[in-house]
């Protein structure tokens, strides 16, 4: 059985930091793409960032970056977040998101699994 576990979500002031993390069982985490989606009261979910399988592709949304760093240990089958001058704007639920057949799949929302999620609220 798949799981992926998010964690790290929290209530932090705007221009705070947080990190999230992702930790994959149940799967062969080095070979799929990773990602994070979040989705605000009221809005579609939406892509932030994601990570091919080697860690060598990587895509932001053009509203994050500059902002947030996306990262995967696969010794650890773990994916992070990295937020920092965090915004109210940012305040939603992040989606964790694994799919095999990789990263531009993974950007449309072609997604094979999804997280739980978790809440982030930036404080203005």
């Known amino acids: 059985q798949v799981q992926l576990v998010e964690s790290g979500g929290g209530l932090v002031q705007a221009g705070g930091s947080l990190r999230l993390s992702c930790a994959a069982s149940g799967l062969t985490f080095r070979t799929y793409a990773m990602g994070w989606f979040r989705q605000a009261p009221g809005k579609e979910r939406e892509f932030v960032a994601g990570i091919s399988w080697s860690g060598a592709g990587i895509y932001y949304t053009d509203s994050v970056k500059g902002r947030c760093t996306i990262s995967r240990d696969n010794s650890k089958n773990t994916v992070y977040l990295q937020m920092n001058s965090l915004k109210p704007e940012d305040t939603a639920v992040y989606y964790c998101?694994?799919?095999?057949w990789g990263l531009g799949n993974l950007k449309q929302g072609k997604i094979e699994y999804w997280g739980q999620g978790t809440q982030v609220t930036v404080s203005s």
């Open positions: 998101a694994a799919d095999a």
